[in-house]
C-alpha cells in the first residue's frame, strides 16, 4: 500500500470541518456536501472515492470557490494554512470573485479537471493556455511564459515540446491532452493539486504512465494531492489516507490500511468486493451492491444507505454521527458512520 512508501510530514495544509455546500432548485435544496470533514497534511495524498453523485467533485469545487451557479456553500470551513507558522485562512468566508481567490487558484491550489477535451479551450493552444497561468501568477513577460510552458511540457514527458507548444488540444492524443492538463496545473508550483478523476477514458497503459507521472512531480514539488476517483485499484497504489463518501457525506475515513485491510462501513464492504480480482472462479458474478444511489431530493430519512444495506437490522430513522473507533471521536484516524459502529449512548 503507498502508506508504506510514502509519508508526509503530517504538518497541517487544508482542513475542512463541517462542509455544506447546497443548490437551491425549484423542486428544493439538494445538498450535494452535507456536513464533510478530513484534512490533508503537506505531501500528503488523500484518496477520495464513492459513487457518482456522492459529492466527491463539488468537494474538491468549493475548496476553490468554483462551485457552479446556483450553489454555494452554506456551512462549514475550509482552513487553508498558506504558511506553516502563521495562522489558516477559511476559504469558505472569501469571496469567489475576489482577489485573494484569484491568487489561491491555479497558485497555490490547482485542480485537474475529469474531461481535458471539454476543459481546454479548443481556439488556443496548448502553450498559450499553460503560458497564460504563468503569466497570471507569476508576473513575466510572452517569451519568459512560453519558454516555461516548453519547459513544463517536458517535464510531463511528451514528447518534441517545442513543437506541441503550438499545437491545438485536438492535435493530441488523450493520453497527450491529460499530461498538457497536469501541466498547467502545475506550472505554478501549487502546494495542493486537486485531481478529479485524472485518468477518465485513457485505457490502462495511459493510465499507469498519468499516475506515475503525478508520484514523480509530488516527489520532486513536495506538494499534496487530493486525488478523487472512483478507481480503488488507483486509491491503493497512491492514497495515504482515504475518505469513502456516499450521498454527499463522509461514511468512513481511514489510512489506505485500514479502508482495504479493515473496512468497517457496508458501503466500503461493497465496493473492495465489487473489485474484479485476478484469479476468481471462472464465469462466477461480479459482486455488486443492491439498489441505486438515492436522488438528492428524495433521500431516505436518517442513514442514507439503509435501503441498499445487506447488514441492516434495524430502523436506520436517524443518522449515525461520524464516529472514531478508537476514542470514539470524529478526529480518529479511522472513523466510520454507522450504526454497526455507533454504541447505545452514541
Same mark, same amino acid.
Given at each position: 500500500?503507498?502508506?508504506?512508501?510514502?509519508?508526509?510530514?503530517?504538518?497541517?495544509?487544508?482542513?475542512?470541518?463541517?462542509?455544506?455546500?447546497?443548490?437551491?432548485?425549484?423542486?428544493?435544496?439538494?445538498?450535494?456536501?452535507?456536513?464533510? /470533514?478530513?484534512?490533508?497534511?503537506?505531501?500528503?495524498?488523500?484518496?477520495?472515492?464513492? @459513487?457518482?453523485?456522492?459529492?466527491?467533485?463539488?468537494? *474538491?469545487?468549493?475548496?476553490?470557490?468554483?462551485?457552479?451557479?446556483?450553489?454555494?456553500?452554506?456551512a462549514g470551513?475550509?482552513?487553508?494554512?498558506?504558511?506553516?507558522?502563521?495562522?489558516?485562512?477559511? +476559504?469558505?468566508?472569501?469571496?469567489?470573485? /475576489?482577489?485573494?481567490?484569484?491568487?489561491?487558484?491555479?497558485?497555490?491550489?490547482?485542480?485537474?479537471?475529469?474531461?481535458?477535451?471539454? /476543459?481546454?479551450?479548443?481556439?488556443?493552444?496548448?502553450?498559450?493556455?499553460?503560458?497564460?497561468?504563468?503569466?497570471?501568477?507569476?508576473?513575466?513577460?510572452?517569451?519568459?511564459?512560453?519558454?516555461?510552458?516548453?519547459?513544463?511540457?517536458?517535464?510531463?514527458?511528451?514528447?518534441?515540446?517545442?513543437?506541441?507548444?503550438?499545437?491545438?488540444?485536438?492535435?493530441?492524443?488523450? *493520453?497527450?491532452?491529460?499530461?498538457?492538463?497536469?501541466?498547467?496545473?502545475?506550472?505554478?508550483?501549487?502546494?495542493?493539486?486537486?485531481?478529479?478523476?485524472?485518468?477518465?477514458?485513457?485505457?490502462?497503459?495511459?493510465?499507469?504512465?498519468?499516475?506515475?507521472?503525478?508520484?514523480?512531480?509530488?516527489?520532486?514539488?513536495?506538494?499534496?494531492?487530493?486525488?478523487?476517483?472512483?478507481?480503488l485499484g488507483? +486509491?491503493?497504489?497512491?492514497?495515504?489516507?482515504?475518505?469513502?463518501?456516499?450521498?454527499?457525506?463522509?461514511?468512513?475515513?481511514?489510512?489506505?490500511?485500514?479502508?482495504?485491510?479493515?473496512?468497517?462501513?457496508?458501503?466500503?464492504?461493497?465496493?473492495?468486493?465489487?473489485?474484479?480480482?485476478?484469479?476468481?472462479?471462472?464465469?462466477?458474478?461480479?459482486p455488486s451492491?443492491?439498489?441505486?444511489?438515492?436522488?438528492?431530493?428524495?433521500?431516505?430519512?436518517?442513514?442514507?444507505?439503509?435501503?441498499?444495506?445487506?447488514?441492516?437490522? +434495524?430502523?436506520?430513522?436517524?443518522?449515525?454521527?461520524?464516529?472514531?473507533?478508537?476514542?470514539?471521536? @470524529?478526529?480518529?484516524?479511522?472513523?466510520?458512520?454507522?450504526?454497526?459502529?455507533?454504541?447505545?449512548?452514541?
Amino acid at each position: 500500500m503507498a502508506s508504506s512508501e510514502k509519508t508526509s510530514d503530517q504538518t497541517p495544509l487544508l482542513e475542512i470541518s463541517g462542509l455544506k455546500t447546497i443548490f437551491p432548485t425549484d423542486d428544493g435544496i439538494v445538498n450535494a456536501v452535507n456536513d464533510v /470533514s478530513f484534512s490533508i497534511a503537506r505531501g500528503q495524498t488523500v484518496g477520495v472515492v464513492g @459513487e457518482s453523485g456522492c459529492g466527491k467533485s463539488i468537494t *474538491g469545487l468549493s475548496m476553490l470557490q468554483l462551485v457552479p451557479s446556483p450553489g454555494r456553500i452554506e456551512a462549514g470551513e475550509i482552513l487553508f494554512y498558506r504558511n506553516a507558522d502563521d495562522e489558516p485562512m477559511d +476559504i469558505a468566508r472569501v469571496s469567489p470573485k /475576489s482577489e485573494l481567490m484569484r491568487q489561491i487558484r491555479g497558485n497555490e491550489i490547482a485542480i485537474i479537471f475529469q474531461e481535458p477535451m471539454t /476543459s481546454l479551450n479548443p481556439v488556443y493552444t496548448v502553450g498559450n493556455q499553460i503560458a497564460e497561468a504563468v503569466m497570471l501568477h507569476d508576473q513575466v513577460d510572452k517569451k519568459t511564459a512560453r519558454e516555461r510552458a516548453i519547459e513544463m511540457i517536458a517535464r510531463v514527458g511528451i514528447p518534441a515540446p517545442a513543437q506541441r507548444v503550438d499545437e491545438y488540444p485536438h492535435q493530441l492524443s488523450g *493520453g497527450m491532452r491529460q499530461r498538457i492538463m497536469i501541466a498547467m496545473a502545475l506550472c505554478c508550483s501549487p502546494t495542493l493539486l486537486i485531481a478529479d478523476e485524472p485518468t477518465t477514458a485513457l485505457d490502462v497503459t495511459i493510465q499507469a504512465q498519468v499516475l506515475g507521472l503525478m508520484q514523480e512531480l509530488q516527489a520532486e514539488m513536495g506538494m499534496a494531492i487530493m486525488l478523487i476517483t472512483h478507481d480503488l485499484g488507483v +486509491i491503493a497504489d497512491l492514497a495515504d489516507e482515504v475518505v469513502v463518501m456516499y450521498s454527499g457525506r463522509v461514511v468512513e475515513r481511514g489510512s489506505v490500511d485500514d479502508i482495504f485491510y479493515n473496512p468497517l462501513h457496508p458501503y466500503t464492504q461493497g465496493l473492495l468486493k465489487s473489485i474484479p480480482v485476478l484469479g476468481r472462479t471462472p464465469q462466477s458474478t461480479l459482486p455488486s451492491i443492491p439498489g441505486t444511489v438515492p436522488h438528492p431530493l428524495a433521500l431516505p430519512v436518517g442513514c442514507s444507505f439503509a435501503p441498499r444495506c445487506p447488514e441492516r437490522m +434495524i430502523a436506520c430513522d436517524a443518522m449515525p454521527e461520524l464516529v472514531g473507533i478508537n476514542g470514539k471521536t @470524529e478526529n480518529d484516524e479511522h472513523a466510520v458512520r454507522c450504526w454497526l459502529h455507533t454504541d447505545s449512548e452514541g
